[in-house]
């Protein structure tokens, strides 16, 4: 049976161009997602969801059922997608989701402190990475796979 992981976080963060390059896609250039799109990497099923309120709220409630892991995604160049993340997207998984936070871009800058210290608060794991480089990606895709077996069976 194929698992399902949630990528969540604002419009802009990376979630589709995270999403193409752990499947292995050689095109990363993302349009702005328009409600969902799904790419499998190994043996999950990843749902890659918009980031904008009016396409991502009719999908809520469907997106968000059975066992899942969610990824957390951060810009990092943008504050305000960090603070997104705890006060917005992470209070809408239910109790006990396995998740991590994924600082993306570090390409263009260093990684700010404040992300490590929101993934402990929100009892997530913490990851920094490039989906545009390439950078760290691994690192995610290995921890899925040792995560899979954590959650609620
Ligand atoms: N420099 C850099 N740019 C990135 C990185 N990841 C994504 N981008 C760029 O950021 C922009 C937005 O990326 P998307 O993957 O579409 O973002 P998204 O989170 O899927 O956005 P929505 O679908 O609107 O929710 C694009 O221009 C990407 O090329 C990265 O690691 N580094
Ligand atoms: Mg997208």
Do not use: H
Not at 122 to 145: M, P
Request: net charge neutral; proline share 3%.
């Amino acid at each position: 049976m194929r698992r399902k992981v949630v990528l969540m976080g604002d419009s802009g963060v990376g979630k589709t161009t995270l999403a193409r390059r752990m499947a292995g896609l050689k095109d990363l250039s993302p349009d702005m997602t328009r409600g969902v799109e799904f790419y499998l990497v190994e043996d999950y099923l990843l749902w890659d969801l918009s980031g904008q309120e009016k396409f991502f709220k009719p999908l809520e409630e469907l997106a968000l059922k059975g066992n899942f892991v969610a990824l957390l995604v951060v810009d990092n160049t943008r504050p305000s997608t960090l603070y997104s993340v705890k006060e917005k997207w992470a209070k809408k998984l239910p109790e006990g989701t396995v998740k991590a936070l994924v600082m993306n871009k570090i390409d263009l800058a260093r990684a700010p402190e404040e992300g490590r210290a929101v993934a402990k608060e929100l009892n997530a794991q913490y990851f920094e990475c490039s989906a545009k480089t390439g950078e760290g990606v691994e690192e995610i895709v290995r921890w899925l796979k040792s995560s899979m077996g954590e959650d609620q069976g």
